[in-house]
Each structure stands twice: as structure tokens, then as C-alpha cells.
């Protein structure tokens, strides 16, 4: 049983409402679930929409500043920075006029979820980054892009993280893919998961024991990749605060 699981029910309580939905006809029902924009950019778009629906969120695939503004009545309540390429993600927000915008809104406190690529830009500091590269930030953190390696060294892993509802009888099965990990993180910075052996641990020491989730306030962050799969935790979670905050 996950927290977001009454949302999903017909006609139980949905955000403090209690009315049995079989009173309204179903075009007239209001959709009193949050809101989430997912930046549909670049990178994995569809899988995050999918997984957010499945924790109980609308789902947003959210193009333009004016989205985020709400100017063409797509308000979103919290936003997803999908995995991708951080370089070619900083660019399109910085040629789409977004950027700003997107930093303005988490300076503002809307919880915002990167994983992959999305926690590179979420990063206030980045090794290995491209000369240049546009970042969002807010995360007080220092990320390493590509820690894992390449595309070949992509593994996938069951991680133990509590607070993402995963124990040691139901870990959560993270994927990496081209993954960067935390190399340290400021005090306000909750580590929500670290790696264990690291990808087949001898031949490549040094990938155990490392910072893969973070949490900062309103902003959650992810090395790997929970859109990819069934296993809806990270999004549950993520529901949940953006529901706290709206
Ligand atoms: N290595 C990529 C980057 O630097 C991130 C990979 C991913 O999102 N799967 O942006």
C-alpha cells in the first residue's frame, strides 16, 4: 500500500473530497488531481508521463515558458527534468527561453524531479560538465556527470531506500544509464539511496557506496532511472510532495 493509492480509487476521498463520483456525470467531474509538467525537450518524455499517471498525477509534456506560466491554462503543480543528455537539455531550455523561467520556479519552491540527466541540471555544481553548459541548479550538491562510465557500463542495481519505500525484502531495482553519482552533498541535503557493490564491484572499484537520490527540500533527485519499468515508487513519493506543496 503506497500513499498515493486513495487517489487512485473511485469514490473515496480524493483531496479532501468526499463525493461519490456516480453524483456527476463524467464529463462535468472536476480532475482534482495534480498537476505535473514532465519537459518534453528531450530525453525519456512518455515513461515519466506514464509512471506519474500511475501514481495519481496528470501528466503534463510541458514545451514552452508560456506552459509553465500557466498562460495557456496548462499550470502545472511540480515538474519532472527527465533523463536525456544535460548538455543538449540546457541548450533547448536556454534556446526555448526557458531557463529562466524554469530557475525561477524552483528559486520559487516547486518541488521538481530530475533523474539522470535531470539531476545533473538540478546540481549547483558539476564535474565534468561541458564548457559552458546551462544548468538549473538548487540542489546543494557536486554531481559528477558520466561517474559510472559509458554507455556500456549502463547495470542496473536493487537499491535499499526507506524513504523511497524500498526495504530490504522489496528493494528498488535502479537502472544506470550513463549515470553521473553525487560526490558530496551540503547539509540541507537528505541522501535518500546509495549504491552497494556498483556495477560487477571488482572490476570496477570505486562504484559502491555512492550517492545516487537526493532530496532538498521540494527538489528529489535520482541518479537512475524509475520511469523505466513498473515499479512506481520514486514517482509515488514525488506525487506526494508535490501534493504537500499545492
Ligand atoms: N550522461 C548523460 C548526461 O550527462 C545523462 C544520461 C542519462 O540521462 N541517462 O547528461
Given at each position: 500500500?503506497?500513499?498515493?493509492?486513495?487517489?487512485?480509487?473511485?469514490?473515496?476521498?480524493?483531496?479532501?473530497?468526499?463525493?461519490p463520483?456516480?453524483?456527476?456525470?463524467?464529463?462535468?467531474?472536476?480532475?482534482?488531481?495534480?498537476?505535473?509538467?514532465?519537459?518534453?525537450?528531450q530525453?525519456?518524455?512518455?515513461e515519466?508521463?506514464?509512471?506519474?499517471?500511475?501514481a495519481?498525477?496528470?501528466a503534463?509534456?510541458?514545451r514552452?515558458?508560456?506552459?509553465?506560466?500557466?498562460?495557456?491554462?496548462?499550470?502545472?503543480?511540480?515538474l519532472v527534468?527527465?533523463?536525456?543528455e544535460?548538455?543538449?537539455?540546457?541548450?533547448?531550455?536556454?534556446?526555448?527561453?526557458m531557463?529562466?523561467?524554469?530557475?525561477?520556479?524552483?528559486?520559487?519552491?516547486?518541488?521538481?524531479?530530475?533523474?539522470?540527466a535531470?539531476?545533473?541540471?538540478?546540481?549547483?555544481?558539476?564535474?565534468?560538465?561541458?564548457?559552458?553548459?546551462?544548468?538549473i541548479?538548487?540542489?546543494?550538491?557536486?554531481?559528477?556527470?558520466?561517474?559510472?562510465?559509458?554507455?556500456v557500463?549502463s547495470y542496473?542495481e536493487?537499491?535499499?531506500a526507506?524513504?523511497?519505500?524500498?526495504?530490504?525484502?522489496?528493494?528498488?531495482?535502479a537502472?544506470?544509464?550513463?549515470a553521473?553519482?553525487?560526490e558530496?552533498?551540503g547539509?540541507?541535503?537528505?541522501?535518500?539511496?546509495?549504491?552497494?557493490?556498483?556495477?560487477?564491484?571488482?572490476?570496477?572499484?570505486?562504484?559502491?557506496?555512492r550517492?545516487?537520490a537526493?532530496r532538498?527540500?521540494?527538489?528529489?533527485?535520482?541518479?537512475?532511472h524509475?520511469?523505466?519499468?513498473?515499479?512506481?515508487?520514486?514517482?509515488?513519493?514525488?506525487?506526494e510532495?508535490?501534493?504537500?506543496?499545492?
Amino acid at each position: 500500500m503506497t500513499g498515493s493509492e486513495p487517489a487512485r480509487r473511485v469514490g473515496t476521498s480524493v483531496m479532501g473530497q468526499h463525493t461519490p463520483r456516480a453524483l456527476f456525470p463524467a464529463a462535468s467531474l472536476p480532475d482534482s488531481r495534480v498537476s505535473i509538467g514532465v519537459l518534453a525537450l528531450q530525453g525519456d518524455v512518455r515513461e515519466h508521463c506514464l509512471a506519474l499517471e500511475a501514481a495519481g498525477a496528470r501528466a503534463v509534456a510541458v514545451r514552452s515558458a508560456a506552459q509553465l506560466a500557466g498562460a495557456d491554462g496548462a499550470r502545472v503543480d511540480g515538474l519532472v527534468l527527465p533523463g536525456g543528455e544535460s548538455t543538449t537539455m540546457g541548450k533547448l531550455l536556454a534556446s526555448f527561453g526557458m531557463l529562466e523561467p524554469v530557475r525561477a520556479l524552483v528559486r520559487d519552491g516547486m518541488a521538481v524531479y530530475g533523474s539522470c540527466a535531470g539531476m545533473i541540471m538540478l546540481a549547483d555544481r558539476v564535474q565534468g560538465a561541458a564548457s559552458g553548459q546551462p544548468l538549473i541548479g538548487g540542489i546543494d550538491m557536486t554531481v559528477r556527470r558520466n561517474a559510472f562510465g559509458r554507455q556500456v557500463d549502463s547495470y542496473e542495481e536493487d537499491l535499499v531506500a526507506p524513504t523511497l519505500g524500498a526495504n530490504e525484502e522489496r528493494p528498488l531495482r535502479a537502472v544506470f544509464i550513463r549515470a553521473p553519482w553525487v560526490e558530496e552533498v551540503g547539509e540541507g541535503v537528505e541522501v535518500l539511496a546509495t549504491t552497494r557493490s556498483g556495477r560487477a564491484g571488482a572490476d570496477r572499484p570505486g562504484t559502491g557506496g555512492r550517492i545516487v537520490a537526493v532530496r532538498q527540500g521540494p527538489l528529489l533527485a535520482t541518479s537512475f532511472h524509475p520511469e523505466v519499468g513498473s515499479d512506481h515508487r520514486v514517482h509515488d513519493v514525488f506525487v506526494e510532495m508535490v501534493r504537500h506543496r499545492s
